[in-house]
């Protein structure tokens, strides 16, 4: 057998291996999509947290990204988020595009946002992941009730007094709180959760290798 056939052997072999070991099957013959919630005032960090993950994750055995990123707001204006940073987003919440993943960070509050994560959360396919106070608008949307669920240690007092339906853990450093819906605490954890999705999607030595690119060590949940 030649060389070149055997290492695309080897190739689909690997991602074969990788997706049967995770929990998410990855959609065939693109990148797994994830629409990052934005707002004025929204955390930095929150988001690009795990946007580094995703962006620096490769499907199994390719070179081809596992992950295509974008962001989404009430409109397309020039936003003010933490420290300064100015970012136009690329899709409004009338015109965005199906996501696999949602991520919500800490977030100003936006007349469309709620309604659109009500819409998005109700879809069985979607992924929906908060990080830090983002569970706040997630809560809002009422898909933390009767669930677990988590936030920045500096708002469990008051998330508790405001959700009281929602079990909120004061202890992981992010949780599962159904097949598909998921929580994790302030600022750094958002990297950790990402990672574990990158885990979930196509296997935990894709995890491990973003996590050893990024110089990323990676903390219990």
């Known amino acids: ?24 099957s990855p959609p065939a013959g693109r990148p797994v999509t994830v629409a990052f919630v934005i707002s004025d005032g929204a955390n930095v960090i929150d988001f690009a947290g795990a946007w580094e993950v995703f962006q620096d994750t490769a499907r199994p055995g390719s070179e081809e990204p596992g992950f295509r990123l974008f962001t989404v707001s009430e409109s397309r ?3 003010t988020l933490t420290g300064g940073l100015k970012v136009v987003p690329d899709h409004t919440f009338a015109d965005a595009p199906p996501a696999d993943i949602v991520v919500v960070g800490a977030n100003g509050s936006t007349e469309g946002m ?10 069985p396919d979607t992924v929906l ?8 608008k997630v809560a809002s949307a009422g898909l ?10 500096d708002f469990f007092d008051a998330f508790a007094q405001r959700f009281p339906k929602v079990e909120l853990d004061r202890d ?15 600022l750094t954890s958002g990297i950790d959760l990402a990672l574990h999705m990158v885990d979930l999607y196509y296997g935990a030595d894709a995890a ?4 050893r ?4 060590r990676r903390a219990t949940p």
């Open 114 to 123: 709620i309604p659109w994560l009500k819409k998005v959360g109700a879809d």
């Open 1 to 24: 057998m030649k060389a070149a056939a055997l290492l695309f052997l080897l190739g689909v072999a690997s991602i074969g291996a990788a997706i049967a070991g995770a929990a998410f």
């Open 129 to 136: 992941m908060s990080v830090c106070t983002g569970a706040f």
């Open 213 to 216: 690119y990024m110089e990323y």
């Open 144 to 153: 933390f009730d009767g669930k677990r669920a988590t936030t920045h240690h």
């Open 208 to 211: 491990k290798a973003t996590a």
């Open 77 to 79: 204006r020039a936003l």
């Open 172 to 186: 992981a450093r992010y949780v599962q709180a159904g097949p598909r819906l998921f929580s994790a605490g302030g």
